[in-house]
Nanobody
Framework: QVQLVESGGGLVQTGGSLRLSCAAS????????MGWFRQAPGKEREFVST????????YYADSVKGRFTISRDNAKNTVYLQMNSLKVEDAAVYYC?????????????????WGQGTQVTVSS
């Protein structure tokens, strides 16, 4: 059974930092591209970042480029999202997702598995 478990969310002030983690189990992690998405209340789920299975290719939404960094540790079956210079508009539930394949994927429909999400709250 595939499980993706996010952690690291919380409350932070504007300009602060958080590092989200997503631990994967039940799959061959190195066969999967990973992504981070987020959903704020009343809004659709949106793409944040994705990383290829080897970690060599990454993409970011324009809204987070230069502030967020995605990375993965294949030995730990874990993907990370380092979030710096957080803004109020970054507040959302953050989800990690896994997609079997060699590439990077920016559409939620392309992903096979999803975590339950972790809440990020940014106070002004």
């Amino acid at each position: 059974q595939v499980q993706l478990v996010e952690s690291g969310g919380g409350l932070v002030q504007t300009g602060g930092s958080l590092r989200l983690s997503c631990a994967a189990s039940g799959l061959t992690f190195t066969n999967y591209a990973m992504g981070w998405f987020r959903q704020a209340p009343g809004k659709e789920r949106e793409f944040v970042s994705t990383i290829s299975w080897g970690g060599g290719i990454t993409y970011y939404a324009d809204s987070v480029k230069g502030r967020f960094t995605i990375s993965r540790d294949n030995a730990k079956n874990t993907v990370y999202l380092q979030m710096n210079s957080l803004k109020v508009e970054d507040a959302a539930v953050y989800y990690c997702a896994a997609r079997n394949g060699d590439g990077t994927y920016r559409l939620s429909i392309q992903y096979d598995y999803w975590g339950q999400g972790t809440q990020v709250t940014v106070s002004s």
